[in-house]
């Protein structure tokens, strides 16, 4: 059997949400919390099924993880004996390479398969291998496996030909207990980085600029037990934020750093919503007379790439042509032909879709491609005349904590569905 979204067309989405913790932080403090034998503590963790599988392959190395209450969980690291996590579960997250960084930096050895994941077009990890071998890493991939084995890592001057949050990260995590003083140029500016290099700070580490294009990584000898609490996952607010432009709604997105959210607040304004900036909520109303505007994704503080498809959605309800250029993922447009099948009409051109919005959406069954294309369908589903299916919700799930659930939270009717139920 397998589960579906069955989504009610023409809702409005309205009311108050509170935001879970940040996936793309949360998979990368779990492996961090390896690079101490002491226990480490770690709030606000979203329970998506990626952290499931990243828990499982801690377990499988050694480590002891429980739950303290629903969403702080306490790891000890201090019985992780092995290098090698399972190939099974490796295959399903793509964050498993933070492990390469972490076990790196923990045992001076990691071998691991290439990372899985989305498929979002090709994904090197050319960059993280490059980043290793400065640090005088030997690295070898041999039979689909990455070996990395050093001596003694050593801190370098490490210069990234690509912005890359991946790579930033895991240099990171392999620099904080290098011999001497790291430093990563162009390096990802994203908050989840900056909440990283925080965990590990807590923990006793010396980084300094995360943030910034310039991090610097003083090794030290050991690494502590700390408690740390995950940020708010800006993609999941501005999942919610877009889908209450889309719908005509009314909705506070609470317990966000409004802050993380500037590159889709000012481009809500610029298509006609109102937006309200608080402490730490965002209140967004969406409006009948949509705009047309152009989007063009980059790393942080740019427009994110994750939230590409959701913006495609919003867009068809803007009358006029739009311009959506994808700088990050060239081929992250999978989508597009899914959201055709509603009648959207978009073409695309290289790396840009040319939308032309402003035609009514009727319902379709829709098939997930991957998990923020996922999740913009279920807005899609909601503006379209009808009810839509959306299945392979795997991909969805992956990253966003009962969706349908957060959706009723604001008063439509999403509902997770078993083929052969109705
Ligand atoms: C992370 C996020 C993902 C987000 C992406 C961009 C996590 C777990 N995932 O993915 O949700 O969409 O950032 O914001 O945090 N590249 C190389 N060589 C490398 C590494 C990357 O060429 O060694 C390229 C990629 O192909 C891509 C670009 O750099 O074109 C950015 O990728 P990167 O920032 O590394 O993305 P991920 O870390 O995989």
Do not use: W
Not at 25 to 32: D, G, Q
Not at 120 to 149: C, N, S, W, Y
Not at 239 to 255: K, P, Q
Not at 308 to 319: D, E, G, R, S, T
């Amino acid at each position: 059997m397998a589960a579906y979204f069955l989504v009610k067309g023409e809702q409005t989405v309205k009311g108050r949400i509170t935001i879970n913790g940040a996936k793309n932080s949360a998979v990368a403090l779990l492996p961090a919390a390896l690079l101490t034998e002491e226990k480490v503590k770690i709030d606000n963790l979203p329970r998506i099924t990626d952290i499931n599988i990243l828990l499982e392959i801690m377990r499988a190395l050694g480590a002891v993880v429980s739950f303290a209450g629903g969403r702080s969980l306490i790891i000890d690291g201090a019985n992780v004996d092995s290098f090698i996590p399972p190939e099974t579960l490796v295959n399903k997250l793509r964050a498993s390479y933070y492990l390469m960084g972490s076990l790196l930096g923990r045992f001076g050895r990691v071998e691991i398969p290439m990372p899985g994941g989305c498929d979002l077009g090709p994904r090197p990890i050319d960059q993280h291998i490059k980043g290793f071998t400065a640090m005088g890493a030997e690295v070898e991939v041999e039979h689909g496996l990455v070996k990395v084995k050093a001596k003694a890592l050593k801190g370098a001057h490490i210069y990234l030909d690509v912005v890359s949050v991946g790579a930033t990260i895991n240099i990171m995590l392999a620099a904080v207990k290098a011999e001497g003083r790291t430093v990563i140029e162009n390096a990802a500016r994203e908050p989840e980085i900056v909440d990283v290099a925080n965990f590990l700070n807590a923990m006793g580490a010396q980084i300094r600029g995360a943030g910034t294009d310039v991090i610097k990584i003083q090794g030290v000898r050991e690494l502590h037990g700390a408690e740390h609490s995950v940020i708010p996952d800006r993609i999941e607010a501005g999942t919610f934020m877009i889908a209450a432009a889309a719908t005509g709604g009314e909705l506070i997105v609470a317990d966000v750093i409004p802050r993380h959210l500037e590159p889709v607040t000012a481009k809500l304004k610029e298509v006609g919503a109102e937006v309200e900036l608080g402490p730490d909520y965002i209140g967004v109303r969406g409006s009948n007379g949509l705009a047309a505007c152009d989007v063009k994704t980059f790393p942080y503080p740019g427009f994110p790439t994750d939230l590409q498809p959701h913006m495609m959605v919003l867009l068809l309800k803007a009358p006029g042509i739009s311009l959506i250029t994808e700088n990050v993922f060239e081929r992250r447009f999978r989508h597009i032909d899914e959201l055709r099948k509603m009648g959207a009409m978009i073409t695309l051109e290289g790396r840009t879709a040319i939308i032309n919005g402003g035609r009514p959406l009727s319902s379709a069954p829709l098939r997930a491609m991957d998990l923020r294309g996922g999740a913009a369908f279920i807005i899609a589903g909601l503006i379209a005349s009808g009810d839509t299916i959306v299945n392979n919700i795997a991909y969805i799930d992956r990253g966003y904590e009962k969706i349908e659930e957060r959706f009723q939270e604001v008063g439509v009717c999403v509902q997770r569905l078993e083929t052969g139920q109705q």
